[in-house]
């Protein structure tokens, strides 16, 4: 395609398996998975539940380390947990209970040693109002709907500026409704800053909206089984990404699709 | 049978604007108020208590068996008065606070042990298991061949009914805490010190102030029976060796008056001590389960 002048990826999946212990077995949660994520990408892994795309998330996250293959980030190896990639979980636990969306903004700059003191609640209040909760500054998460926590953690995570922002289903604790307009939340916030995404989910609606690239991964363990890219959200043109949505269908349900016919997801 | 069912018409309505509403917000009565307040309410059933012992003890008419409430009330603020009750519960306290304060730290220390390593871990749950069933008093004798006569073996049983407890509820609570929280610590790049105080303290405060509430109140009974059992050190005794000397007196009232002192100290620090800490911390947090 226009891989002419593509610019060094700023993530560099190579070749990662990944596995892990449960209390009797050692699970292989991806086998030799390998992408690349470029600056500014919104970039999604497209996957039914088993396919290890947490695992992997985790993984960049540097939560555990791959048995095999190498990530690395920006040329630098990931080797642990560090603030130049922040998380955005599902649970709606990761605000500490115990400070207000103020402080939940600015332990992030501080503990981090990013920011401190007036300039940490500068900066935090402007994410806060990014995410047009100015209103609720002092107020303590559990006062918070499920949506407005969401919206916290987001604002946390960019107020970071970290190279890289790893969201693993933000969203999916949301109601429906909610969860669209926050969906289409993030993609303003990204037009306005262009940060780097990785985003996980498991609904191929989401990640045709969200994503600019979208990595599909096949289950038991997770391998890939493509790259696509996706501009569904661009050109308003349902026809595009319904096309889209039904070839990734066709992908991931391949080898069910002769006995029943794949559910029609809204 | 089942016909389809009639169509409907559809309707779509105006909202009807806020000032339109004749009540958004009243103000309650004042006797909705009063009912709604817990001390109100608490007060209320001691009162009724009250009563029911006074009435009691006035049918039953045997000043050694049951005092009546009046009698004893009298008592009480004659020793209160005479500063003999608050002596005595200040070297009760005294002695509590060290031994409360010894054991806390000791588990913090088992604790922090416990979360670093995992023979750190074994070794807290088998000594928890086998020392938190077994009743602090039943040391004493151990204590007061050892230790003698005195402070130090009070504060000792003290210890031993303090920190188990707390010890274990503490942990409970380190090891509750939920593995998204202890993640985003870790993004953050707290390690060490830094992240227990910043993280797994404040998460597992509701297990933590419950520890400390239970460790309270053993300490507390504990260190009653303590002194019952052989009272006075250093001449003055506290306020169980006071409850003992008052019934070898035969002065029922006034052994009723060292009952009542305990149970006001306690209901202080329940009402005060820790309710405030609870208020100021879990309530607020909205933690409580």
């Not at chain 1, 002092?138 to 107020?159: N, T």
């Not at chain 2, 009563?51 to 009330?73: C, H, K, R, S």
């Not at chain 2, 870790?186 to 060490?192: A, D, F, M």
Request: hydrophobic residues 50%; aromatic residues 8%.
């Amino acid at each position: 395609m226009q891989a002419a002048e593509q610019p060094p990826a700023l993530l560099r999946v190579d070749g990662v398996t990944l596995q892990y212990k449960t209390r009797e077995h050692l699970v292989t949660a991806t086998y030799r998975v390998s992408f690349e994520v470029l600056p500014s990408d919104r970039f999604v892994l497209l996957g039914p539940s088993g396919c290890g795309k947490s695992t992997l998330l985790k993984a960049v996250g540097g939560y555990l380390n791959p048995v095999e293959g190498r990530i690395t980030l920006k040329g630098a190896t990931v080797t642990r947990p560090g603030p130049d990639r922040v998380m955005v979980f599902q649970e709606f636990d990761q605000l500490l209970p115990w400070k207000t969306v103020k402080q939940n903004v600015m332990f992030a700059l501080e503990s981090s040693g990013r920011l401190k003191g007036p300039e940490a609640a500068d900066r935090a209040m402007a994410y806060i109002e990014k995410v047009k909760l100015t209103r609720f500054a002092d107020s303590y998460p559990h006062m918070l709907s499920g949506g407005m926590k969401q919206r916290v953690a987001i604002a946390r995570g960019m107020a970071m500026e970290p190279d890289i922002l790893l969201m693993d289903e933000p969203f999916a604790a949301l109601d429906a409704l909610t969860r669209r307009k926050m969906q289409d939340e993030l993609l303003q916030l990204w037009e306005g800053t262009r940060f780097t995404v990785l985003f996980v989910t498991h609904s191929i609606p989401e990640a045709i909206r969200i994503g600019n690239r979208i990595l599909l991964l096949s289950p038991h363990p997770g391998q890939v089984k493509a790259e696509l890219n996706s501009d569904g959200t661009d050109p308003e043109d349902p026809a595009t990404s319904e096309r889209l949505s039904e070839r990734i269908h066709r992908m991931l349900f391949a080898e069910h699709d002769a006995i029943e016919e794949p559910p029609v997801h809204v | 049978m089942s016909s389809p069912p009639i169509a409907r018409p559809e309707y779509v309505r105006e909202q009807v604007q806020e000032h339109d509403f004749d009540v958004v917000n009243k103000p309650l009565t004042a006797w909705e108020r009063v009912r709604d307040n817990t001390l109100v309410r608490r007060l209320f059933i001691l009162a009724v208590l009250a009563g029911i012992w006074q009435a009691y003890a006035a049918y039953l008419d045997n000043a050694l068996v049951l005092p009546t409430f009046v009698e004893t009330m009298r008592s009480f603020v004659a020793r209160v008065w005479s500063g003999e009750l608050l002596l005595k519960s200040w070297v009760s306290l005294k002695v509590l606070m060290q031994g409360y304060a010894l054991g806390l730290a000791l588990a913090l220390v088992f604790t922090i042990l416990a979360m670093s390593s995992r023979l750190g871990n074994d070794l807290l749950e088998t000594l928890t298991a086998m020392l938190n069933p077994l009743p602090a008093i039943a040391l004493l004798p151990l204590a007061l061949i050892w230790l003698g006569l005195g402070n130090p073996s009070i504060v000792f049983v003290l210890v031993h009914a303090v920190m188990w407890p707390i010890a274990l509820n503490t942990h409970s609570g380190f090891m509750g805490v939920s593995g998204t929280m202890r993640m985003v610590g870790r993004n953050y790049g707290l390690t060490g010190v830094r992240y227990v105080g910043m993280i797994l303290i404040p998460a597992a405060f509701p297990s933590i102030l419950a520890g400390l509430k239970i460790g309270w109140a053993f300490a507390w009974r504990t260190l009653i029976a303590a002194e019952l059992v052989f009272g006075t050190t250093s001449g003055s005794g506290g306020l169980g060796w006071f409850i003992y000397e008052n019934k070898n007196l035969l002065d029922i009232p006034a052994v009723f008056s060292g009952l009542f002192a305990v149970i006001i100290i306690g209901l202080a620090v329940e009402n005060l001590v820790f309710r405030i800490i609870e208020q100021r911390t879990i309530l607020k947090w909205g933690m409580h389960s």
